[in-house]
């Protein structure tokens, strides 16, 4: 047995609540020999641990050294069977997948016209919740038995096989081309953020406009039409496109909408969706509309269509809290953000394995934003030194970026001169590494690494005169995704005027408030 294997059922044991381990005593007491098993020994042993130890393993079962392999391998898939039977893990594709297997199982006992019975029963259940992969595989077995053996089930039998076949061969075509753009955005995405060049936008618009046939929306089902929209989505956010972004994102919830029995079979789209909403209204500013649509958010968690699971409980984590960050930056509200962010430390433990690092990444440099809008400086270099002491992680290259940038910041502002110089090297490096050395952070390295020379009575003019270059890059298309990520504009105003970045930022929400409610 590999390491990675024991790590595995170490992790899975612990993963299981108390019913299911209570639900794995039962599944394995149904037979009475398995009451002193060594399987059942491991796994007790293994729940009182906090970490694998195999030598106390042996030490207190009567498992061999040699036995020790297979016993694990035998216990991880017995565990396996003992959840797939747990009422609270079910769902509509195991249903449907148990109920093939059933049928395969009469076909091989001779019993035909049983297994077609199922196998009609099961595709339909398929079909109506869009699982259109196995509809296909449940098809291809009707046809086996029906070519095989004269069942004389329904006269015209094999046109209505190859009619429903060639049907679910197109919508599963059309549903592997989205599938493959929509996962390729987005992996453009986690790699580089938003497009930095026209180069760029015209490789992911070629990429995109390649795969994206004009499909008729109205002929799609509900999981063709969901991947296009992601599709749709990826391409808006990376080509800064918010207002799309807004419109798809809309239409991918709208779809949960028109489909409600689709929510339980969908858990993780659903709530994606919802995601996306918010991420697109932050980008646009709207504060009042944001905040609305995150306690719905808050309040759809409760809806008892949502599987109870780990992975549910993960994902609200991280898209409830990742947008309370987004609302108070929005708000410019950076004061008493303590008590969030211990929250927000304690459950990045309870979930972390659950959780990739560029999720708890990004975390930590929306907590770094949050003390250097509190002016907190010296926490918000702790957290951005979690990211950057980081060397293994394959984080999103622009969010890296801007990390250093804001460390940069961070630096001056906590008076850490003595530091700035050899950041300012290390920085400049890594971003012509990364090919992210654009006019907004040229900029910025430029004005910081003048700033021992330039005298206290010059320092405001030349805040200003910064501020007065930067401006003109807040429109433009590829270097205004760097305030995106950090508000150096506001950072800049609040150095000249003398007041703390939070009001100016908070000022500047209350403006668009206005405006709005005017329009």
Same mark, same amino acid.
């Given at each position: 047995?590999?390491?990675?294997?024991?790590?595995?059922?170490?992790?899975?044991?612990?993963?299981?609540?108390?019913?299911?381990?209570?639900?794995? &005593?039962?599944?394995?007491?149904?037979?009475?020999?398995?009451?002193?098993?060594?399987?059942?020994?491991?796994?007790?042993?293994?729940?009182?641990?906090?970490?694998?130890?195999?030598?106390?393993?042996?030490? &207190?079962?009567?498992?061999?050294?040699?036995?020790? &392999?297979?016993?694990?391998?035998?216990? *991880?898939?017995?565990?396996?069977?003992?959840?797939?039977?747990?009422?609270?893990?079910?769902?509509?594709?195991?249903?449907?997948?148990?109920?093939?297997?059933?049928?395969?199982?009469? *076909?091989?006992?001779?019993?035909?016209?049983?297994?077609?019975?199922?196998?009609?029963?099961?595709?339909?259940?398929?079909?109506?919740?869009?699982?259109?992969?196995?509809?296909?595989?449940?098809?291809?077995? %009707?046809?086996?038995?029906? /070519?095989?053996?004269?069942? +004389?089930?329904?006269?015209?039998?094999?046109?209505?096989?190859? /009619?429903? =076949? +060639?049907?679910?061969?197109?919508?599963?075509?059309?549903?592997?081309?989205? /599938?493959?753009?929509?996962?390729?955005?987005?992996?453009?995405?986690?790699?580089?953020?938003? #497009?930095?060049?026209?180069?760029?936008?015209?490789?992911?618009?070629?990429?995109? *406009?390649? =795969?994206?046939?004009?499909?008729?929306?109205?002929?799609?089902?509900?999981?063709? @039409?969901?991947?296009?929209?992601?599709?749709?989505?990826?391409?808006?956010?990376?080509?800064?496109?918010?207002?799309?972004?807004?419109?798809?994102?809309?239409?991918?919830?709208?779809?949960?909408?028109?489909?409600?029995?689709?929510?339980?079979?969908?858990?993780?789209?659903?709530? $994606?969706?919802?995601?996306?909403?918010?991420?697109?209204?932050?980008?646009?500013?709207?504060?009042?509309?944001?905040?609305?649509?995150?306690?719905?958010?808050?309040? =759809?968690?409760?809806?008892?269509?949502?599987?109870?699971?780990?992975?549910? /409980?993960?994902?609200?984590?991280?898209?409830?809290?990742?947008? $309370?960050?987004?609302?108070?930056?929005?708000?410019?509200?950076?004061?008493?953000?303590?008590?969030?962010?211990?929250?927000?430390? %304690? @459950?990045?433990?309870?979930?972390?394995? +659950?959780?990739?690092?560029?999720?708890?990444?990004?975390?930590?440099?929306?907590?770094?934003?949050?003390?250097?809008?509190?002016?907190?400086?010296?926490?918000?270099? #702790?957290?951005?030194?979690?990211?950057?002491?980081? @060397?293994?992680?394959?984080?999103?290259?622009?969010?890296?970026?801007?990390?250093?940038?804001?460390?940069?910041? #961070?630096?001056?502002?906590?008076?850490?001169?003595?530091?700035?110089?050899?950041?300012?090297?290390?920085? *400049?490096?890594?971003?012509?590494?990364?090919?992210?050395?654009?006019?907004?952070?040229?900029?910025?390295?430029?004005?910081?690494?003048?700033?021992?020379?330039?005298?206290?009575?010059?320092?405001?003019?030349?805040?200003?005169?910064?501020?007065?270059?930067?401006?003109?890059?807040?429109?433009?298309?590829?270097?205004?995704? #760097?305030?995106?990520?950090?508000?150096?504009?506001?950072?800049?105003? &609040?150095?000249?005027?003398? +007041?703390?970045?939070?009001?100016?930022?908070?000022?500047?929400?209350?403006?668009? @408030?206005?405006?709005?409610?005017?329009?």
């Amino acid at each position: 047995m590999t390491n990675d294997l024991t790590d595995n059922l170490f992790s899975l044991i612990k993963s299981l609540s108390p019913s299911e381990k209570r639900q794995f &005593s039962l599944f394995v007491g149904r037979i009475g020999v398995n009451a002193d098993s060594k399987f059942l020994s491991l796994f007790k042993m293994i729940s009182k641990q906090k970490v694998y130890d195999e030598e106390a393993i042996l030490k &207190s079962t009567k498992i061999s050294k040699q036995q020790l &392999s297979n016993v694990k391998g035998h216990l *991880y898939r017995q565990i396996l069977i003992s959840l797939r039977l747990n009422p609270s893990q079910q769902n509509v594709s195991l249903w449907v997948r148990e109920q093939l297997d059933f049928a395969l199982i009469l *076909y091989r006992k001779g019993l035909y016209k049983q297994s077609l019975k199922i196998l009609d029963k099961a595709k339909n259940v398929a079909l109506q919740y869009e699982e259109k992969n196995i509809a296909f595989e449940i098809l291809e077995w %009707e046809k086996i038995i029906e /070519s095989q053996y004269i069942t +004389r089930s329904i006269r015209s039998r094999a046109e209505s096989l190859v /009619s429903q =076949t +060639r049907e679910l061969i197109k919508f599963n075509t059309v549903a592997a081309e989205l /599938s493959n753009l929509s996962l390729e955005l987005y992996g453009i995405f986690l790699k580089l953020g938003h #497009a930095r060049t026209q180069e760029e936008a015209r490789f992911i618009r070629d990429r995109y *406009y390649l =795969t994206l046939h004009s499909f008729q929306v109205e002929d799609l089902g509900f999981r063709e @039409k969901l991947l296009l929209y992601k599709a749709q989505l990826w391409y808006a956010f990376l080509t800064q496109e918010f207002l799309n972004c807004y419109r798809y994102a809309n239409k991918w919830n709208d779809l949960f909408t028109q489909y409600p029995h689709m929510v339980e079979v969908h858990p993780v789209s659903y709530l $994606k969706g919802n995601h996306y909403l918010l991420e697109s209204l932050f980008y646009l500013n709207h504060t009042d509309l944001f905040e609305k649509t995150l306690n719905r958010l808050e309040q =759809t968690l409760e809806n008892p269509k949502l599987p109870n699971d780990d992975n549910i /409980s993960a994902l609200a984590f991280l898209y409830v809290y990742s947008n $309370k960050l987004n609302l108070r930056f929005m708000k410019g509200d950076f004061a008493d953000g303590q008590p969030l962010i211990d929250t927000i430390e %304690e @459950k990045i433990e309870v979930y972390r394995s +659950r959780l990739d690092g560029h999720h708890i990444m990004m975390f930590y440099y929306k907590i770094a934003s949050l003390h250097f809008g509190n002016e907190d400086f010296n926490s918000c270099i #702790a957290y951005l030194k979690r990211i950057l002491d980081n @060397k293994g992680l394959e984080m999103r290259e622009d969010l890296m970026c801007f990390s250093r940038i804001l460390n940069l910041v #961070a630096h001056y502002e906590a008076g850490k001169d003595y530091h700035l110089d050899r950041l300012i090297r290390s920085t *400049y490096k890594f971003l012509i590494r990364m090919n992210d050395l654009h006019g907004v952070q040229r900029e910025m390295i430029k004005f910081l690494r003048q700033l021992p020379d330039i005298s206290p009575l010059d320092i405001r003019k030349e805040f200003k005169r910064l501020h007065g270059i930067l401006k003109q890059y807040e429109e433009h298309p590829y270097e205004r995704r #760097a305030f995106l990520y950090l508000d150096i504009l506001s950072w800049l105003e &609040s150095r000249i005027e003398s +007041r703390p970045v939070a009001e100016i930022i908070a000022q500047k929400a209350g403006v668009r @408030k206005v405006r709005r409610t005017g329009s």
